[in-house]
């Protein structure tokens, strides 16, 4: 019928007749019929059916679908694109123009417009929809589709992948237009429906002009809202300033808010502090950078000029007519047209006399730089910073460096005392022990250069012989002044070299040495320097000569080797005595004393504190153990006398026994203390050095201690404030206060000044703030830089007074004042290279300069205001003597060119060519050299890139090897530190198109040996440790003596990469290399550096002293305390400081306590070996006869030990936020410690009987101490709230020692409601101060526990939820779900810091857990990244992890995007929060947020959904929270692996996974919305419990739910046979689209519309995810009449390796029972387990565990049946695999009697055992050889079942990658196998397997290849129209049987009968690829699947089954069955009609 007479069909449609078919045109092909699950056999043939007659009418192929069930809105709207509208906006909504422009600007973006719109709506029209269905994911959302005009003005639509265009603030020229909201679509599948006359505005009143108005958030729109806030708010006004000082400018002035406050409370930026540097670095440039608004946000990061943005000046307003312009960052307004402020040129910042580069000069000059220290500035106009050049004056080309240092190395290495004439291997004309050898060829004398012709023309003479010293030994040694080094000299110059000194001397010398380090310098090349460390113990005093002697090894790899002649050196004949200077010209050490300067007479009722005066710091350069101390007194000026040797004085009793004692630390007690009189003390210290060298005048110390008597005396102060600091570090003025100093009702003042002479800091000099409450003045580097030159040092001085009393009784003490001086020292500055710098192999061919580009970086001046930054190059060989360039005709030195000061440009041709085999092999090292400063105050660093010149005709890997840092590199690292390294190939793509797609090879050595997989940090498993790493980047241990450890202890690192690109003959190949300097830890120099005073102590007294003394390294050092809880567990509890002491306290009641301390150096980060000692706390011993004496005892002991240690409101009065600190660990000690046992009490008496009856150790009095909180839940909320105040200071220091305080507060409890609100607080405001400052080395133990502490908050706040529980600002779930979110970004940022590459950094507590993952971008698309989760319900952790399961994908996508492929690393974040309530109570509509869940009949809430899991969140660093993977058109996956709550219930119910989104308000209310991202996910059970396996496509949080899965609707019947002439209704209706014309092959939407689901049943959102198949059956299942032969082929080995023998017999029981329940077989295997020893030597020729010393291992064989199928057989030991593989062989199969129960397998003679199991690969089974013959095949041919899935299977896989594609056939497989495994009378030994057997081609290649075959082929006299769309929807795969090499021809005939006769249609009724159904749909016929046109086709496997495809073709009236052939290699289609089919 016409398209216009179709009609619906009725429900139940009568017994149809067959009137006659109408007359063309013919209808559209009906949809294909719905799979059946099953299919009948072929029926017997039968003859063709005639054509029907015309006016035939048929039945409906499948039933009506009911009419499209109306989707629910997806709210609130969310999309990533750059256009949006204003959510919220419904269909006709507007905005007027203001509102819609103030909008825009209020979201950062800017209101853009498309004119002309309705002229355009249907192209429009055409775009949106098109977008749509290219987007089908995106059907349900409501929201405007973003579009832009082109340049002709046309409509182009964006979407988020569109960043190509740029639109700022765009000039409207009608204000009066219209901003409109528009639902889209409504209904999925149904057509887009857009209102255009809303779209583009109506004719209403104000909006007749129609232009649709939206908002547009891009970087333009970004940086154009930045630059308009900065101009209005901080640059103009700064512009008006008069005279402003840096001060006025970042801190404010009047009618100004300053840059700080601006940029923390209005701008929010996270790097405020590094704009203000930059800042108050344009001081010296009239402050420029401070008033040019586009530079500042350039600086923020919120403009980048590479965006080419145009945008409106604001400095005429939002609504200025001009229009947009050009952006100029050094302008005052951001655009051209602004004032450029500053200079554009250099040379206009020139001086006569000076230059800036070679073209200033006259010729034969160049510009000279290295002498000058002035700049020349000129405006950087991409970044709006002034940029520098070194000003220099013009000189000689003769003077040029490269040409002063040839000239040097002659005058050094070739001395005409040297030069000889006749080479004839005697002394000649040489001195005594030389003789005249052939000179080297580099020898050159009388160098002479002449540039008056213009160039530099030098000359010199070469020379013939040279006289070489035939000793090559050690002369003599001696230790330098200082005592830091022995200076040892050589015979004969040596090679450059730096070493640890291991690698030089034999071991004795190095037992006396230490940990020394080896090296000779260029400048030195005849002395070897040998630096020792505190740990040397060499000593030229000692009456042992051994002691002091100094031999060489005999390695010929000793890098000790001369420099001319390449032979190593020898021992002279005599021994070589380390000797010592003469003793005026040694440097004496020096003596430090520290202390409070005063103490005051203590508080009512207390006792004097300890006065500790320490001289730990006393010391000299060598860092070694001081020789001896002498403690005295100074009896004048002031001084109370004192006389040492006086017995009454209890104070010079104290120093007497400190002299004699050698103590390094005097403590003044009670006793001592009081005992002195009211004044001044002075103590003295000399001390004398190991060399015998004693302190001087000058360096001995003096410390002054005063007695206060007065009323009301000044808190007892000591000063704290580093002697030395970095500028770019800033400091902070600090001092430790005795908390006893203070009293109730008084508190301390302090005020900070600068007292030094023209000082610039703190107001000036003299000058000082008002006094403060805190003790503590922060000193950013914004304070310091552009106004504290390096070099500079200044004295500060505290003022401390007390002040007591209020109103007319307030008294202020008199000042104390304690002074310190600090050295402000400018910071390293670190060399490198831009990466475009040359690297690695490079072609001697090459046309282009290679330019090599320095670049210097000061963090003490940013932009080199204060001081130049000079560059210079040199070129060297590694032999370090051959010249680099070649030697020209007539003498001109080839130099190169340096350009713009930082860039040498060089000819390749010009550098030399070595002949082969030469140890230079080619390789050039290009130094670039940077200086500021000169004399003492030069700082200079140097970077090297290697380069390998290679011929023009070899195919080169031209690449580069950096070292990852984190973005920190300074060129020195420590060794202590994993080491991180990657190479990068340069010419991939030159590469790729010479020798195609190849996989590089990576061979890495360091300091010439290969790195193996044992020396990475995180070795691959599968590996040989001993075997050389393949891989692009690596992670190498850190030093240690373990052979696991490549790297030195100290000195030069150099790491080469070789690279192989392709193999054979077509292949490239190249070499790179770096080096690193690395540097040592601190080292202790005595036998132990920690003193515990006390060691023991009793409850309640849990605080003692921990000291640090006698660590040494050449850097200032820090140091940490804290208590080891395990092996690699360290709790802080003081962070690093410059502190030698520390009060510490127990924190976890009686317990032997393990303190440890770490020296850390200051400079490179290195830490020591942990130094420990034991300390005892012992238990309180209770008094009185009474349970109620002895409870009283107790309680007024800890409870007045905690008022009197923790009493914070006296703490807090002290200014000193260490002492709250302190204060809360007191009372965490106390509050946590157990009550004793009372002996008084009984158990039955919780108050006590009164008569001293004994009752045990744990009476009744003890238990209800226990559970009286009351006393330290108050005094902990008081110390949280106290806490709380001290983070305001924003201090890294405080917020580390307030995380410090709270670790144990909550160990073992969980807070009160008031303690979680302040709790809550604590950790987000911590955390968020240390991830903002920058800091790093923060420890994982300490993120544990605060990651825990707000776990813990989080989860008691959610009873905050009304006002009677007080919870004030935590009223709203979702504020306290954000600021755990918050909590949980900060703890990531601050744990990347310290994540090394290549492994997973973790931080896993009871409540909350992190994993941090930093890889390349290679290793990050293959990581699995795990780590252990708390689980609600459960005791134990759980693992859980997250691995990307389209690797290719993502690392192409990742090479597209702009700013994935610029990371070297990327870091996946991975968090999971146990209570997922924390989120779901603030989610909408939870937990009902499952589209697919069926409630039932009864609809209650019982079967609502239930969330089995905590929240797990995935996130990348360079990626938007909740972005996709990858992006809308690169469909990335991540398999997120989420462990489930014990409670998961799997019995007719499923799991889905679902995404929680937060969408915040901007009054920070708002809501999570639910997202289903998988609706029936994979799950997963092992012994640790069970998990969901989600593929997801987006990063964020997720949570696994258990829902009731909807009942599944019945299958349809299958359509029963018709007789001609039967009568069917119409079928339904279909598009009104006309046919394809016959020759047409172009696809067509799909005629009808989807069916309609079940009712009952909601559509599921559209999703990418296929579902997994549903879960097997157990591995085994019982087989009747199972017979047990012992076949190898049907057998479960293992190998078991014991520590001691075990009963066989018992063994193997055990093994049948649990082997057997494990598999699924409740009573056991069915046959008998074996169990046999096996011999050393078997075991090892099996490749079985590696023997030990002491083990015995047994060969298990489980035969599991002979008639059990070999997919079973193959399953059963891949779960026993994994089982073993987890380390959980033993307790699953070992440790379980025969009955199940546990009970531990022991030896034979009683005691433990362990066991480790190796299980063979279990995939393989014996004889299953695939030999043709005994092969079954089957073609699977499938459809899809969905009439609306019109993309045929091929195109769905061509979807897929590689891996997803394998997934499918392993899910096939696995499907078809269970057919076969149900097979009646057959068994198949060997696992079946499946292969998709098409290629993936292109739907248009496809085509071209049907239309040959198809176009012109005629059936019954009509054209087969419409045939090739469903060619093009069915595809096939092949199905190999394996019979096995036993299998008769009986079995294997019968075997295909049976085959024959399967149901396939059941295995794969549910069948999903990309989220759409495939199925079978057709019965099994004999025939041979191959193709006889198909030559190729080779393969045959034996008698085959094909499956024909069964097309319903009504064309003309004609209905007809084909059988469709389909060459596997995809070459042509051949049709057939299937003449033996019945109708």
């Known amino acids: 019928p016409a398209p216009a ?293 350039a600086a923020l990061g919120e403009c980048d000029a590479a965006d080419a943005c145009n945008i409106i000046s604001p400095a005429g307003g939002i609504d200025m007519t001009e229009g947009p312009m050009e952006m100029n960052f050094c302008t005052d307004d951001g655009t051209l047209g602004g004032e450029f402020l500053g200079s554009n040129d250099f040379a206009g910042d020139l001086e006569d006399g000076e230059c800036i580069s070679d073209d200033d000069c006259d010729t034969g000059e160049f510009c000279k730089t290295s002498d000058f220290t002035e700049s020349a500035f000129a405006c950087d106009t991409t970044t709006g910073i002034d940029e520098s050049r070194p000003k220099g004056t013009c000189a000689s080309l003769c003077e040029q460096p490269a040409i002063l240092a040839a000239e040097q190395q002659a005058l050094d290495l070739f001395p005409e005392s040297i030069i000889c004439n006749i080479p004839n291997g005697t002394q ?129 790899d000793t890098p000790l080797v001369d420099f001319l002649q390449g032979s190593t050196y020898v021992n002279p004949n005599e021994d070589v005595l380390v000797s010592i200077p003469a003793s005026e010209d040694l440097v004496p050490p020096v003596a430090v004393l520290t202390g409070p300067p005063t103490f005051r007479t203590p508080c009512s009722n207390e006792d004097f504190a300890a006065v500790f005066v320490e001289s730990g710091a006393s010391g000299d350069a060598s860092g070694r153990p001081l020789q001896s101390r002498t403690w ?88 704290s404030t580093p002697s030395s600091t970095t500028i ?26 600068c007292v030094s002479a023209n000082c610039p800091l703190l107001g000036g000099p003299g000058a000082g703030e008002e006094y403060q409450s805190s003790v503590l003045k922060e000193l950013t580097p914004s304070d310091l830089v552009g106004r504290v030159p390096p070099g500079a040092e200044y004295k500060f001085e505290l003022s401390a007074r007390m002040r007591k009393g209020q109103g007319a009784d307030e008294t202020v003490s008199d000042a104390v004042q304690v002074k310190q ?67 020209a005709d007539g003498g001109s030195f080839y130099t190169g060119s340096i350009v713009n000061g930082r860039q040498w440009h060089l000819d390749a041709a010009q550098f030399v060519e070595d002949p082969e085999r030469s140890s230079n092999d080619n390789t050039f090292i290009i130094s670039v050299t940077i200086r500021k400063g000169s004399a003492g105050g030069l700082r200079e660093d140097t970077a090297q890139r290697f380069i390998r010149l290679r011929s023009e005709e070899e195919v080169i890997v031209s690449a580069r090897v950096e070292q990852d840092c984190g973005g920190r590199c300074t060129g020195t690292s420590s060794s202590t530190d994993s080491l991180s390294f990657a190479a990068t190939i340069l010419n991939l793509g030159e590469l790729e198109g010479a020798l195609g797609e190849q996989t590089p090879s990576y061979r890495w050595r360091m300091n010439g040996a290969p790195v193996l997989e044992k020396h990475l940090l995180v070795p691959s498993s599968t590996a040989d440790p001993n075997g050389v790493v393949d891989a692009e980047s690596i992670t190498v241990n850190p030093h240690s003596e373990s052979d696991t450890s490549i790297i030195p202890r100290s000195g030069q690192l150099l790491v080469e990469c070789s690279i192989a690109f392709g193999e054979g003959e077509s292949s490239g190949s190249g070499i790179t290399q770096t080096t690193v300097a690395l540097v040592g830890a601190p080292v202790c120099s005595r036998d132990s ?115 009197e240690k923790a009493n914070f409101n006296r703490l807090g009065a002290t200014g000193d936020n260490k002492a709250i600190q302190g204060g809360m660990k007191a009372t965490n000690g106390l509050g946590n410690a157990d009550p004793p046992a009372f002996d008084a009490c009984t158990d039955n008496n919780a108050g006590g009987n009164g008569n001293g009856n004994a009752g045990g150790d744990n009476g009744g009095g003890r238990r209800r101490l226990l559970e009286d909180h009351d006393f330290f839940q108050t005094k902990t909320l008081e110390g949280l709230n106290a806490l709380l105040e001290t983070l305001q200071s924003g201090r890294v220091a405080d917020a580390l020692g307030t995380l410090s305080s709270i670790q144990e507060s909550f160990e073992s409890k969980d807070p009160t409601l008031e303690q979680a609100q302040v709790l809550a607080k604590i950790v987000d405001q911590a955390l968020d101060i240390l991830a903002s400052s920058g800091a790093s080395n923060i420890g994982t133990t300490t993120i544990r526990a605060a990651l825990r502490n707000a776990g813990q908050a989080a989860e008691r706040l959610k009873a905050c939820e009304d006002a009677s529980n007080n919870c004030d600002d935590d009223q709203g779930t979702f504020r306290r779900a954000m600021r755990l979110m918050d909590t949980l970004r900060e703890a990531r940022t601050i744990m990347q810091r310290g994540a090394p590459s290549g492994k997973t950094t973790v931080a896993v507590s009871s409540r909350a857990g992190q994993a941090v993952s930093r890889n390349t971008r290679a290793a990050t698309s293959t990581a699995n990244v795990v780590f252990d989760v708390a689980v609600m319900g459960r005791d134990s952790f759980m693992r859980a992890g997250a691995v990307i399961t389209t690797p290719s994908m993502f690392e192409s996508w990742c090479a597209s995007n702009s700013v994935c492929r610029e990371r070297d690393r990327l870091t996946l974040y991975l968090t999971s929060v146990r209570d997922a309530a924390i989120y779901t109570d603030a989610t909408t509509s939870f937990p009902n947020v499952i589209p697919g869940h069926f409630r039932g009949s009864g609809g209650g809430t019982n079967d609502d959904p239930v969330v089995v899991s905590g929240v797990f969140e995935a996130q990348f660093d360079f990626k938007d929270e909740d972005a996709r993977l990858c992006s809308a058109t690169t469909e990335c996956k991540m398999s997120l692996t989420i462990p489930m709550s014990g409670d998961a219930n799997r019995v007719g119910k499923g799991f889905a996974c679902v995404r929680l989104v937060p969408e915040e308000e901007k009054d920070g209310t708002g809501a999570f919305s639910a997202e289903v991202a998988v609706s029936n996910a994979m799950v997963e059970t092992d012994s640790e419990g069970t998990r969901a396996v989600c593929e997801v496509t987006r990063l964020g949080r997720y949570v696994v739910m258990n829902y009731v899965q909807p009942p599944s609707p019945p299958p349809p019947s299958p359509s029963p046979p018709f007789e001609p002439g039967t009568e069917f209704p119409p079928p339904p209706p279909v598009s009104v689209t006309p046919p394809l014309p016959p020759d047409s092959l172009s696809p067509s939407p799909s005629p009808s519309p989807s069916p309609s689901p079940p009712p009952g049943q909601v559509i599921n959102p559209p999703t990418v995810t296929p579902s997994p198949p549903p879960p097997g059956p157990p591995a085994l299942t019982p087989v009747e009449d199972n017979e047990c032969t012992g076949a190898a082929n049907k057998a479960l080995t293992a190998t078991l390796r014991f520590n001691k023998p075990v009963n066989t017999t018992e063994l193997a029981r055990r093994l049948q029972r649990n082997f057997g329940s494990f598999l699924g077989l409740e009573n056991g295997l069915e046959c008998e387990v074996e169990v046999t020893e096996v011999e050393e030597e078997e075991e090892e020729e099996e490749g079985g565990i590696a023997p030990s010393e002491q083990h015995v291992s047994y060969e298990v064989t489980a035969d599991l049946g002979s008639k059990t199928p070999g997919s079973a057989v193959v399953r059963a030991r891949l779960e026993v695999k994994v089982v073993a593989d987890r380390g959980l062989f033993k307790a699953t199969f070992v440790d379980r009697n025969i009955n199940g129960e546990t009970e531990p397998l022991t030896a034979l003679d009683g005691t433990s055992v362990t066991v480790e199991a190796s299980i063979p690969n279990p995939t393989t089974i014996e004889g299953c050889s695939a030999e043709p013959s005994r092969v079954i095949g089957a073609t699977i041919q499938l459809t899809a079942e969905d009439p609306a899935n019109t993309d045929p299977l091929v195109d769905e896989l061509s979807r897929l990658d590689p891996e997803d594609r394998d997934a499918k056939e392993s899910e096939l497989e696995e499907r078809l196998q269970r057919v076969l495994d149900s097979l009646q009378n057959v068994v198949f030994d060997c696992p079946a397997t499946f292969k998709f057997t098409v290629d993936v081609v292109s739907i248009e290649n496809r085509r071209s290849l049907l239309s040959g075959n198809i176009q012109d082929l005629l059936v019954k006299g009509r054209a087969l129209a419409g045939l090739s769309r469903h060619l093009l929807e069915t595809d096939a795969g092949k199905l190999t049987i394996d019979m096995g090499n036993d299998a008769s021809s009986d079995e294997i005939s019968a075997a295909r009968t049976a085959v024959r006769n399967a149901n396939f249609g059941d295995a794969i009724d549910d069948f999903e690829i990309n989220g759409k159904q495939f199925s079978s749909v057709s019965a099994v016929v004999a025939g041979d699947v191959s193709d006889d046109d198909d030559d190729n086709d080779a393969e045959v496997l034996g008698p085959a089954i094909a499956i024909p495809v069964f097309f319903f073709l009504v064309a003309m009236g004609g209905l007809a069955y084909f059988v469709v052939r389909y060459n596997r290699k995809g070459a042509r289609f051949s049709v057939e009609e299937n003449q033996n089919q019945q109708v």
Request: aromatic share 8%; with cysteine.
């Open 821 to 887: 001086s600090i050295k402000f020292i400018g910071d390293s500055i670190v060399a490198g290279f831009t990466r475009e710098s040359p690297s690695g192999d490079v072609s001697r061919g090459r046309e282009d300069p290679l330019v090599f580009h320095g670049t210097g970086s000061d963090p003490s001046d940013p932009s080199n205001s204060a001081q130049p930054m000079r560059f210079s190059f040199v070129c060297e060989r590694p032999d370090g003597i051959s010249p680099c360039f070649k030697e």
């Open 1089 to 1203: 550096c920690l003193e515990l005073e006390p060691t023991t102590s009793q409850m309640p007294d849990i605080s003692f002293r921990a000291e640090a003394a006698g660590f040494s390294a050449p850097d200032p050092l820090l140091f940490e305390f804290g208590f080891k809880l395990g092996e690699d567990d360290f709790q802080v509890q003081q962070a690093a400081s410059l502190e030698r002491a520390a009060s510490l306290q127990t924190q976890r009641g009686v317990n032997e306590y393990m303190v440890y301390v770490v020296a850390v150096n200051s400079v490179t980060g290195g830490r020591s070996t942990p130094e420990t000692k034991v300390f005892n706390l012992t238990e309180f011993t209770p008094e009185g006869d009474t349970c109620e004496d002895q409870e009283a005892s107790y309680d007024d002991a800890v409870q007045g030990k905690a008022n």
């Open 728 to 753: 770019g570090a800033g400091v902070t003025l600090s001092a430790s206060v005795d908390a006893s100093s203070v009293c109730s009702g008084e508190k301390a003042e302090y005020q900070w000044r």
């Open 632 to 719: 005295g007194f100074k009896n004048d000026q002031g001084c109370t006398f004192h006389d040492i040797d006086a017995g009454d004085d209890l104070l010079s009793a104290l120093l007497k026994a400190a002299n004699e004692d050698q103590l390094a630390t005097i403590q003044m007690e009670n006793d001592v203390l009081d005992g002195m009189a009211g004044g001044l003390h002075c103590i003295t210290l000399s001390v004398t050095n190991f060399l015998g060298k004693a302190s001087d005048a000058e360096t001995s110390a003096e410390f002054s201690i005063q007695k206060l008597a007065s009323e009301t005396p000044p808190p007892t102060v000591r000063i």
């Open 5 to 297: 007479e179709l009609e619906t069909p009725a429900p139940s449609p009568p017994a149809p007749t067959v009137p006659a078919l109408p007359s063309p045109p013919p209808p559209a092909l009906p949809p294909p019929p719905p799979p059946s699950p099953s299919f009948p056999s072929p029926p017997p043939a039968i003859p063709p059916i005639p054509p029907f007659p015309p006016g035939t009418t048929f039945p409906p192929l499948f039933p009506a679908p009911p009419p499209p069930t109306p989707i629910e809105e997806v709210e609130p709207v969310r999309y990533d694109a750059n256009l949006y509208s204003f959510f919220g906006l419904k269909e006709g909504d507007r905005k007027t123009y203001d509102q819609a422009k103030a909008g825009c600007r209020d979201e950062r973006a800017a209101l853009v417009t498309v004119q002309d719109g309705d002229e355009h709506q249907e192209s429009l029209r055409a775009l949106v929809e098109d977008y749509f269905e290219t987007n089908p994911d995106w059907e349900s959302l409501e929201f405007w589709v973003g579009y832009k005009t082109d340049e002709n003005g046309g409509l182009v639509a964006v979407d988020g992948k569109d960043s190509s265009y740029v639109a700022a603030r765009m000039k409207n020229d009608a204000p009066n237009g219209c901003v409109f909201g528009d639902k889209m679509r409504t209904v999925v599948g149904q057509p887009l429906s857009v209102d255009f006359n809303t779209f583009a505005a109506t004719l209403s009143s104000g909006c007749n002009l129609k232009h649709p108005y939206m908002c547009e958030r891009s970087d333009c729109s970004i940086c154009d809202t930045c630059v308009e806030r900065v101009y209005n708010q901080f640059t103009s006004k700064v512009a008006v300033l008069e005279d402003p000082t840096i001060s006025q400018i970042l801190e404010g002035a009047s009618g100004f808010r300053g840059w700080k406050v601006l940029c923390e409370d209005i701008f929010e930026a996270d790097n405020c502090e590094d704009v203000s540097v930059l800042i108050a670095a344009s001081a010296n440039n009239e402050f420029n950078f401070a008033k040019r608004p586009a530079a500042i946000c």
């Open 428 to 556: 000649g004309e040489c001195e005594e022990g030389f003789v005249c050898l052939d000179a080297v060829s580099a020898c050159r004398t009388n160098f002479n250069c002449n540039a008056s012709g213009g160039t530099a023309l030098v000359t010199f003479d070469t020379c013939s012989g040279m006289c070489f010293n035939s000793r090559k030994e050690l002369m003599s040694a001696t230790f330098s002044n200082d005592g830091s080094s022995i200076l040892a000299k050589l015979t004969t110059k040596a090679e450059v070299f730096d070493a640890p000194c291991s690698r030089v001397f034999d071991a004795e010398t190095n037992s006396i040495l230490g940990l020394a380090g080896c090296h000779v310098t260029p400048e030195a090349r005849d002395t070897l320097v040998i630096n020792l460390g505190g740990d040397a113990t060499i000593d030229p005093l000692s009456d042992n000569a051994v002691m002091k002697t100094l031999r060489l090894n005999s390695d010929p």
